[in-house]
């Protein structure tokens, strides 16, 4: 999220600390190897900055949508999106289709990329981010079409309901509609329902791991790739303290806003696993990729995350981004690092998925 989003602080009940974080690491080895108290991020990226420049020159910076409210946040975000996803950027698939899923809230959409004429393919689950109120298919276009054609293999992208509209647990209940409807109906639709993964950003990252922990007794689903998520309920982690403040665009008044909306109505257990699913049993995940960038104040999240990936003896890879902040994969059209990110993780994907 680019730009600095002052918003006011809230003194929310659901924001108290819920967790003792584990020790930080700036290990990016397969497993953490120590602690590092006291590592400092870096500098931001040169290229990112002038990402962010390309940004404010279009117009589609954006404002605080708790200063302005969800409607109008949204009508910025959608001049965001449009900036991010010209023409210039499209990757050409083999085909596009659009399917009506029946939903515990009604129907809604998935649109699913075959990078190839392979089918049956294995297919990629991805649940985009936007802290469960912004974000849908089309904004995520081209980070879709880049993932399918980078990992060979299908990409079912969702469009879950938002809030304030639909609030938690809907996002959940559709995401699990999804996979449900993978191994009921995939088949039908050009999938190989015995390989599956799940793959999402920032809050879309959250729901795909609870769909991953969900769904790992079923054998199907051989892989994980979790970007810059949120995977706890707290803003009082380290890095949330030290930067924190907007100076890299999130603000912990930012993340409160978005947790008192999404949770509103609900009495939010921290260590319920739909909402951090850092709590949930991990035990018998298959691999898991978690990526975030060292100027993101979500890191210790994917740090928790690690440590108890580690503990339940699922292997895993954590990779930090230096210099870069949150929402690394929005800027592929202009940053070749963030196209770079993406192409690992549709290595990975490539990889697990056509294991044998």
């Given amino acids: 999220m680019p730009g600095t989003w002052p918003g006011p602080r809230s003194t929310s009940p659901l924001m108290r600390r819920a967790t003792s974080l584990a020790p930080r690491s700036s290990s990016t080895a397969a497993s953490l190897s120590g602690s590092d108290r006291d590592h400092m991020p870096s500098p931001v990226c040169p290229g990112l900055a002038a990402v962010f420049d390309q940004i404010k020159e279009s117009g589609a910076e954006l404002p605080d949508p708790a200063d302005v409210g969800v409607k109008e946040a949204r009508a910025a975000r959608a001049r965001y999106y449009e900036f991010l996803n010209q023409p210039d950027g499209v990757l050409p ?6 399917v009506t899923i029946d939903g515990p809230h009604g129907p809604f959409l998935l649109r699913i990329y075959f990078p190839t004429d392979e089918r049956p393919a294995p297919v990629t689950v991805f649940i985009h981010g936007g802290g469960w109120w912004t974000g849908d298919v089309a904004a995520y276009d081209q980070i879709c079409r880049r993932l399918a054609v980078e990992s060979g293999c299908a990409v079912a992208s969702v469009d879950y309901r938002l809030w304030p509209e639909h609030r938690f647990p809907v996002p ?3 995401t699990m509609a999804v996979a449900e409807w993978v191994l009921g109906q995939g ?18 990252a959250t729901l795909a791991l609870y769909a991953g922990v969900q769904l790992k007794d079923t054998g199907t689903v051989r892989a994980l790739a979790l970007v810059y998520g949120v995977y706890l309920l707290d803003v009082d982690t380290p890095s949330w303290r030290e930067i924190g403040d907007g100076a890299y665009g999130l603000t912990v008044a930012q993340m409160r806003w ?12 921290p260590t319920d696993p739909r909402i951090a699913p850092a709590h949930g049993d ?25 440590d108890n990936l580690a503990t339940a003896g699922v292997p895993h890879q954590l990779k930090i981004e230096e210099g870069m902040t949150h929402f690394i994969w929005m800027w592929q059209r202009l940053y070749q690092r963030s196209r770079a990110s993406i192409a690992e993780a549709g290595a990975i994907l490539k990889r697990e998925l056509r294991r044998d």
Avoid: K
């Fill in 93 to 98: 698939v083999d085909d596009v289709q659009d």
């Fill in 258 to 269: 978005i947790w008192d909306g999404y949770l509103e109505g609900h009495n939010a257990d």
């Fill in 172 to 174: 959940v209940d559709e």
């Fill in 187 to 204: 088949a039908d639709h050009g999938l190989d329902r015995s390989r599956i993964a799940f793959c999402g950003d920032s809050a879309g």
């Fill in 282 to 306: 991990l035990a018998g995940l298959p691999y898991t990729w978690v990526m975030v960038g060292d100027l993101d104040p979500l890191i210790d999240d994917s740090r928790a995350l690690v």
